[in-house]
């Protein structure tokens, strides 16, 4: 059982930046892939981005790609999400979420642990 709690998100203006953080307890961090996913009102949860077991490989949704940045600590069952050049578009409830892996997957239903999310509002 891996328990995961978002934090950072907030209300932003349009070109803004934010690091969102998830903290995971329970069993090994380094033993899951851990993925970034977003729902915005009235639409289905989407990708965002997804980091390997070690943090050396990661992959992510075209819409965010060169603006957002996933990384993880380890050392600190932390994995974060650095969003930079933020739109309204971006808006939306952020999840993470983790897998155990190895591949490293785009879709909600290969995850096993979800947290509970953290709002992001970038307004215009």
């Known amino acids: 059982q891996v328990q995961l709690v978002e934090s950072g998100g907030g209300l932003v203006q349009h070109g803004g930046s934010l690091r969102l953080s998830c903290a995971a307890s329970?069993?090994?961090?380094?033993?899951?892939?851990m993925g970034w996913f977003r729902q915005a009102p009235e639409k289905e949860r989407e990708f965002v981005g997804v980091?390997?077991?070690?943090?050396?490989?990661?992959l992510y949704a075209d819409s965010v790609k060169g603006r957002f940045t996933i990384y993880r600590d380890n050392t600190k069952n932390t994995v974060y999400l650095q969003m930079n050049n933020l739109n309204p578009e971006d808006t939306a409830v952020y999840y993470c979420?983790?897998?155990?892996?190895?591949?490293?997957?785009?879709?909600?239903?290969?995850?096993?642990?979800w947290g509970q999310g953290t709002q992001v509002t970038v307004s215009s």
């Open positions: 329970g069993r090994t961090f380094s033993g899951y892939v």
């Open positions: 979420a983790a897998d155990r892996g190895p591949l490293l997957h785009r879709v909600t239903h290969e995850y096993d642990y």
């Open positions: 980091i390997s077991r070690s943090g050396g490989t990661t």
